[in-house]
């Protein structure tokens, strides 16, 4: 990989969904040598401009990728010091039970439930967290009403040159970015705005209001999508090692055929290793971008991902490093409408 530490350093960091700021000061820092401006929006998006030669063709393309990881709200402490939570983006309680979740001042816990996980259905009210407090007084001295918990779970190297950690959603499209932007040597005919968003996980919400600014001519999501090569709960032909994906379709988004088919070109002209992405459940920040201002024609690029939104999810360092390489030729590409 271009910068394997880079990956783990983001992955490792702490930030749940509306509580982005370590993150960004972080990758604010990382971008702040190649970028030409940076602007942080009220939302808390960080918006990275490298500016491009122009030209007649020239556009304005907007790279979305979300800093949010899931996580927890404690919304009530209970009188033997567990902790009763809400959901900070989707979390499935089977994979939550029995994990281990870490708050922003450096307290951990795990996450059992009330009453057997089988009966719990997917509902977080179930879930609870033991801190090892043996009272709510105790609890109180840890952590208060309104704070936030993401999972733990440590950056780890498998067989086939795949990795595994918490929040690779969407730490992984960070990556992505920063290195993009690094190698962008505004030798390119269009302006790229990289965007690192804010609260992806409840809704989109952080991409809507960049697009509204930048006013961009393309956007595009820069995201995981779930796998359907191993045995689950989900249906389609994405693939690990795939190559990268190019987003023709989800439940909140129908991508643009000429963004489509410019992605496309610039794989086989380029030979990056790709996979066409239909996917019936889920979204990304293409939905919110496609329908701002007057409308935006938007695109996805996405890494195939085992075991998302939990503390051990899986991809490919060939698939993330091929979205790194069609980032850098989709910037560079000669647009005919």
């Not at 000061?25 to 500016?51: C, Q, S």
């Not at 979305?64 to 033997?80: N, R, Y």
Request: charged share 25%; net charge negative.
């Amino acid at each position: 990989m271009r910068d394997e530490k880079l990956l783990e350093t983001l992955t490792q960091m702490w930030g749940v969904a509306g509580f982005e700021k370590e993150v960004r000061e972080f990758i604010a820092r990382e971008t702040a040598p190649w970028a030409d401006e940076t602007i942080t929006d009220a939302m808390g998006n960080l918006i990275v401009l490298k500016k491009g030669k122009g030209g007649p063709k020239s556009k304005k393309i907007m790279f979305a990728a979300h800093m949010d990881e899931i996580g927890f709200m404690v919304k009530t402490i209970e009188a033997d010091g567990r902790l009763r939570v809400c959901n900070l983006g989707w979390n499935w309680t089977g994979s939550a039970y029995n994990s281990r979740v870490r708050f922003r001042n450096g307290v951990n816990g795990v996450v059992s439930c009330v009453g057997p996980i089988e009966e719990a259905g997917n509902k977080a009210g179930k879930l609870y967290i033991d801190i090892g407090a043996t009272s709510k007084e105790d609890a109180q001295k840890y952590v208060k009403l309104g704070d936030a918990c993401g999972y733990w779970g440590p950056y780890l190297q498998l067989a086939n040159d795949r990795v595994c950690s918490k929040s690779l959603d969407n730490r992984i499209g960070c990556y992505q970015l920063i290195e993009a932007l690094k190698e962008n040597d505004g030798n390119c005919p269009n302006d790229i705005y990289y965007v690192f968003c804010v609260q992806e996980e409840l809704g989109c919400r952080g991409s809507k209001p960049a697009a509204e600014r930048i006013q961009p001519d393309i956007g595009v999501a820069v995201d995981i999508s779930p796998a359907h090569d191993y045995p689950c709960d989900l249906e389609g032909s994405n693939e690990v090692d795939g190559g990268i994906g190019i987003k023709i379709c989800d439940p909140s988004v129908v991508c643009d055929e000429d963004v489509v088919n410019a992605m496309v070109s610039c794989c086989e002209t380029q030979n990056i290793k790709y996979q066409r992405e239909v996917i019936d459940q889920g979204g990304t920040d293409a939905s919110s971008m496609n329908v701002s201002g007057l409308g935006v024609r938007t695109g996805g690029v996405v890494v195939v991902t085992r075991y998302p939104h939990c503390q051990s999810a899986v991809a490919s360092k060939k698939d993330i490093e091929a979205g790194v390489d069609l980032l850098n030729a989709f910037s560079r590409y000669e647009f005919d409408f």
